[in-house]
């Protein structure tokens, strides 16, 4: 049985920083794409970041420049490191992973991320 577990949410001050990790277990994590969305109330949830098991990586235009993808293929684990957060960024985070070529999609609880003053 796959596991996914997020941590690393909070309250951070505009500019600040957060980096939200995320544990993959239960399978070979390397042969995992994974990927960081979020999802505000009453929206759809959106892709922030992904990364494949040979590190290629994806973001959101919104995040180009200011958010960090990586993973750590022998502690099973993904990352998101964000940088110079903004209100906006402000969202519950999920960790996602499914196994690369199809299968069953994999979803964490969310870690709540709050930008504010």
């Known amino acids: 049985q796959v596991q996914v577990v997020e941590s690393g949410g909070g309250l951070v001050q505009p500019g600040g920083s957060l980096r939200l990790s995320c544990v993959v277990s239960?399978?070979?994590?390397?042969?995992?794409?994974t990927a960081w969305y979020l999802q505000v109330p009453g929206k759809q949830r959106k892709l922030v970041a992904g990364?494949?098991?040979?590190?290629?990586?994806t973001y959101a235009d919104s995040v180009k420049g200011r958010f960090t993808v990586s993973r750590d293929n022998a502690e099973n684990m993904v990352f998101l490191q964000m940088n110079n957060l903004k209100p906006e960024d402000t969202a519950e985070y999920y960790c996602?992973?499914?196994?690369?070529?199809?299968?069953?999609?994999?979803w964490g609880k969310g870690t709540l991320v709050t930008v504010s003053s």
């Open positions: 990364i494949a098991a040979d590190d290629s990586t």
């Open positions: 239960g399978d070979i994590f390397s042969l995992y794409y």
């Open positions: 996602y992973a499914v196994r690369h070529g199809g299968g069953l999609e994999y």
